[in-house]
């Protein structure tokens, strides 16, 4: 069974940092590109970026500069470093996993950026 389980979120000042964990079980990790998403409510799902099984990482403009996402295939976690948070940075954060045409999903951890 794959699972995908993200954690980390929480409650943060504007300015603030966090860093969000996805952890995998039932894949083969390295073979995957895993990516952060978003969502707050009444809107579409947005990719926050994407890491490649080759290292290469990709990240939407509004976060550019503020966030990182990183990988470690020994222990089948990607992470996303969240840095000078915003409060339009609220938002349930989705962790994935891709390879070709299979994708799975975790279940979501809240971030809530406000004073």
């Known amino acids: 069974q794959v699972r995908l389980v993200e954690s980390g979120g929480d409650l943060v000042q504007p300015g603030g940092s966090l860093k969000l964990s996805c952890t995998a079980s039932?894949?083969?990790?390295?073979?995957?590109?895993p990516g952060w998403y978003r969502q707050v409510p009444g809107k579409e799902r947005e990719l926050v970026a994407t890491?490649?099984?080759?290292?290469?990482?990709n990240y939407a403009d509004s976060v550019k500069g503020r966030f990182t996402i990183s990988r470690d295939n020994a222990k089948n976690t990607a992470y996303l470093q969240m840095n000078s948070l915003k409060p339009e940075d609220t938002a349930v954060y989705y962790c994935?996993?891709?390879?070709?045409?299979?994708?799975?999903w975790g279940q979501g951890t809240q971030v809530t950026v406000s004073s």
């Open positions: 994935n996993a891709n390879w070709y045409t299979t994708t799975y």
């Open positions: 039932g894949i083969f990790f390295s073979f995957y590109s």
């Open positions: 890491i490649f099984s080759d290292g290469r990482t």
